[in-house]
């Protein structure tokens, strides 16, 4: 059974920074795009960031930009996220996922993706 679960969520001050970790069990992903998508009260779960199978290729959404980065470690089937210069508006659950399918490219759009994991809240506080 594929899982995904993330950690490292948790309140911080604006202009702080946070790492969240993906752990991926019950399959290697080592071939999988994976992504990063966040969902803020009241709205749409949106795209933040996504990293290609071989970690050569990255693409962020404009708001995170020069802010966030993704990044893997294929060795503990595991995904990061550094966060840096957080801002209020980056409060969210923040969710890895993966696609259904090894290889897939350019995968910015929930229906791209098939495996989710449960969430971590980020909190910014002004």
């Known amino acids: 059974q594929v899982q995904l679960v993330e950690s490292g969520g948790g309140l911080v001050q604006a202009g702080g920074s946070l790492t969240l970790s993906c752990a991926a069990s019950?399959?290697?992903?080592?071939?999988?795009?994976m992504g990063w998508f966040r969902q803020a009260p009241g709205k749409e779960r949106e795209f933040v960031a996504t990293i290609n199978w071989s970690g050569g290729s990255t693409y962020y959404v404009d708001s995170v930009k020069g802010r966030f980065t993704i990044s893997r470690d294929y060795a503990k089937n595991t995904v990061y996220l550094q966060m840096n210069s957080l801002k209020p508006e980056d409060t969210a659950v923040y969710y890895c996922?993966?696609?259904?399918?090894?290889?897939?490219?350019?995968?910015?759009?929930?229906?791209?993706?098939?495996?989710w994991g449960q969430g971590t809240q980020v909190t910014v506080s002004s």
């Open positions: 996922a993966a696609p259904r399918s090894p290889f897939t490219s350019s995968p910015y759009t929930n229906d791209d993706y098939y495996y």
């Open positions: 019950g399959r290697t992903f080592g071939t999988y795009a």
